[in-house]
Structure formats: structure tokens, C-alpha cells
């Protein structure tokens, strides 16, 4: 936490702004190199206004894009790093369904990126998991390498192995001003501090962040209801605690896909999503009501009287999350375009507000593009031990660990003609 007092005056080798998940391990591979890193948090720790809160989210192997599914073997083997480094279990495997319609180009990327994923019909998925309906024409693969991550344990489990390593976490200072240059100032609420390298992964913050060094990102913060849904039986179901992680891609009654986790949050209780949102101010986010005539909690209602049948159709707990979402779905890990030494980290929840073409809804009739198929929202937090470790090797000038093409700003174009 920073302390009262005089305003610091500090230089360091690195600045990570933004202490979620993705800079945390950014902060963290740094500090590993022997950088005398400090992370910049401008909420006091801990805290639920970004996107990085909360208990649970899923990990998984299976990917319909390649340069996903190339990643996920490093992010296992970090996430076990780190288990290890602070001697606690912070991922439960217990298997992900993927729900789709048979032919679904998606489900079949998914199916190749998992060579031994198993494809089930209705009477394999209602015998392996009686939670779950399948309706005609629909398969489910199963990923068993997937589970669930805990949340709020991994990231403090990761700043505290970055203070272990010599870092430095400043949470409650707002960044106020970024001076680029060879060596970049930082100015906030509570110090000026200097470094050689900067990496900004600010979340929903980001946009306003970068705009005064010449950049205006395509980033979109969204609001989104996280609901848990009671069991009607528990003892039944097999949706509990013992249940599998799903969601769904291409389904006519999912337009913006849906997923679920079992019911390790609230005891008799199944986290299940839509992965749509409304626009908002990351700042004002608390001021749009919640109210059970929503919308997308009537959507979540039909499906799960639809799919999984052994829950009550009105969710018993609500709660809200911010996604901040690129155009195409895809992160930007990328220097900035004039200022090399100034790394940003962004986009990391998927793409948003771009159903399946299958949907007979007319106002969710938009068109998706063959080339940025639709992503599951919220999917950044699994990969963020090789975001972090991509983001600290940018900033240190080195070679890549995998493919940044798709993660580029340039492939932004208007991105670049706001370049001062």
C-alpha cells in the first residue's frame, strides 16, 4: 500500500501500470530477470473493479485458433510454476465440454487443436455428465486437461512471488501523466517515477491512458452479470462441485456463446454467463442497474431450461465484471508505434457484440468475419503467465516466445494515423 507522506521519487528498470493478472505476471517474469521492477495499481489491494477479481476462471487446452492453442502448454506449465514457487493448489481440473452444432467450423478448429478430445452425442453426454442436454443436431467435445483456476488466490499468489523477488507493488496511485522518452516518467497521485521500459496493462483504463501518447485503441469496456444459478437437486444434478467447466460455440440459442463453471464459488450454486455486455465507463460502472428482466439473464434463463435442466431458471446470486474487448477478439501485445521502449498489453476478454450467423434473431444478425472467428469473451486469464512473460520479453528487447502477428497494433489501421 503507498504510504502517507512526501510524493516518491524512484527510478527502477521497469513500470508495469495496471496490477490484474496480466501485469502482475508481467512484473513478475520481470523481476525473475533480476529487473528492479515496480508495479503501479491505482485501487487499493485488494480489489473487484477490474476484471482480475473474483474466484474462479477456466483454463483449457482446447482453442479453435492454432496461435491459442500453441500457447496453452506454456501457460499450464507457468501456472504450475507457480504452484510450486508458493506451495499452494491454485487449479482444480475437472474437464470442459464444449457445446456446438455438428459442422460448426469453430467446433471443428476446437477438435483439432486437441487431437485427443473426445466428441460426445447427447446420450454419451448424458451418460458421462447427466447435468447436461444436448438437442438435435448438437455434439459436445471434452477436454480433459481443463479446470479451474482460482482467481483471487493466483493473483495473490503472483504478487507475492514478485515481492519475494525484490518487486515493488505501489497500489491506491493513479497514473496522472506518462512522459515518453529514453527514459519514461511516470507521474501519479502519490510519486514521480522513472524507468527505461514501461509496460501499460491498465484493462479498461488503458484507452484513456495511451490516448495522450498519440494512440487511440479500439478497446471496448464492457459491463457483464456473472450469475450462479441453484441446483434443483444437488444430490442429482452431478453439476455440483464435481461437475465439469462448458460453453458454447455456434449455438442458435447462445448468439454470443455462454459458458459455465461448477459450483466451487457458492456451495450448491453453477456459475453460468453470457458472453455479452453493455458499453461503459470502467469509473461508472456500479451506476447501471441490475434487475432480473435483463435481457441477457431472460437468454441465460431459456438456455438453461434448454441444456441444463437440473437448475432453477432465475439466478440466486448476481454480480458484475468489467471485459475489455478488441474488434477482431484477439489481445494487443505490442510497442507502441513511436515509443519503442513503451510496451501495452490490452484486449484480453474476446471479441464482443458479434453473434453466430446462425441466429434468428434480426438484431443480432451481424455479419463474422471467416478470418477472426468468434472468440470466447473473458478468455485472457488462463494465458496471462505467457502474456506476462511475451509482454516482459518485448520490453527487454528479446525475441519472442511465440507468435505476436496476431497481437499487433498495426493491424489496426486508423491506430496508426492517430500516431503524433
Known amino acids: 500500500m503507498a504510504a502517507p507522506g512526501q510524493p516518491q521519487k524512484a527510478t527502477y528498470d521497469a513500470i508495469v501500470i495496471g496490477a490484474g493478472i496480466q501485469g502482475s505476471f508481467t512484473a513478475y517474469h520481470l523481476a525473475q530477470r533480476h529487473r528492479n521492477t ?37 501457460s499450464f506449465r507457468l501456472w504450475q510454476q507457480l504452484e510450486a514457487e508458493v506451495g499452494a493448489h491454485l487449479y482444480r481440473q475437472t474437464g470442459l465440454v464444449v457445446l456446438g452444432p ?78 515518453p522518452g529514453a527514459v519514461v516518467t511516470v507521474t501519479t497521485m502519490g510519486g514521480v517515477y522513472q524507468a527505461p521500459r514501461l509496460i501499460i496493462t491498465a484493462g479498461a483504463w488503458t484507452g484513456p491512458l495511451v490516448e495522450p501518447l498519440g494512440l487511440h485503441l479500439p478497446l471496448q ?50 456459475k453460468v454467463c453470457q458472453h455479452h455486455g453493455s458499453p461503459t465507463d470502467p469509473d461508472k460502472r456500479d451506476q447501471a442497474p441490475l434487475g432480473a428482466d435483463r435481457p441477457d439473464i431472460s437468454l441465460l434463463s431459456s438456455f438453461i ?13 448476481m454480480e458484475t465484471c468489467l471485459y475489455t474487448n478488441t474488434p477482431d477478439g484477439d489481445f494487443i501485445l505490442d510497442r507502441h508505434p513511436k515509443f519503442s521502449n513503451i510496451i501495452i498489453g490490452a484486449g484480453f476478454s474476446g471479441r464482443q457484440g458479434h453473434p453466430h450467423p446462425q441466429s434468428s434473431t434480426p438484431e443480432l444478425r451481424v455479419a463474422v468475419s ?5 472468440l470466447p469473451a473473458g478468455h485472457g486469464f488462463k494465458l496471462a503467465p505467457v502474456v506476462g512473460k511475451l509482454l516482459c520479453e518485448l520490453s527487454l528487447g528479446e525475441e519472442p516466445s511465440h507468435n505476436m502477428a496476431p497481437f499487433a497494433i498495426t493491424r489496426f489501421p486508423d491506430v496508426l494515423q492517430a500516431v503524433l
Not at 262 to 269: F, R, T, W
Not at 305 to 317: F, I
Open 38 to 74: 515496480l508495479l503501479l495499481e491505482q485501487f487499493i489491494l485488494p480489489h473487484s473493479r477490474g476484471s482480475s477479481h473474483g474466484q474462479s476462471r477456466i483454463i483449457r487446452s482446447i482453442y479453435p485458433q492454432e496461435y491459442y492453442s500453441r500457447m496453452m502448454p506454456d
Open 305 to 317: 431450461s434448454s441444456y441444463l435442466p437440473g437448475l432453477e431458471t432465475q439466478p440466486a446470486v
Open 370 to 374: 471467416p478470418t477472426f472467428p468468434l
Open 221 to 270: 469496456p464492457l459491463r457483464i452479470d456473472v450469475c450462479y444459478w441453484r441446483e434443483k437437486d444437488p444430490k442429482n444434478t452431478n453439476m455440483g462441485s464435481v461437475g465439469p467447466c462448458f460453453l458454447t460455440l455456434g449455438l442458435s440459442q447462445a448468439p454470443h456463446g455462454i459458458y459455465g463453471l461448477p459450483a466451487l464459488e457458492y456451495p450448491g450454486m453453477v
Open 102 to 179: 455438428v459442422g460448426d467450423p469453430e467446433l471443428e478448429g476446437c477438435q483439432r487443436s486437441l487431437g485427443d478430445s473426445q466428441v460426445l452425442d447427447a446420450a454419451a453426454l448424458a451418460r458421462y455428465f447427466p447435468g447436461f442436454r444436448l438437442q438435435a443436431g448438437e455434439v459436445a467435445l471434452l477436454d480433459s486437461t481443463a479446470g479451474v483456476l482460482f482467481a483471487d488466490r493466483a493473483l495473490k499468489a503472483v504478487q507475492e512471488v514478485f515481492r519475494r523477488h525484490g518487486g515493488t507493488v505501489r497500489d491506491g496511485e493513479k497514473v496522472l501523466r506518462i512522459e
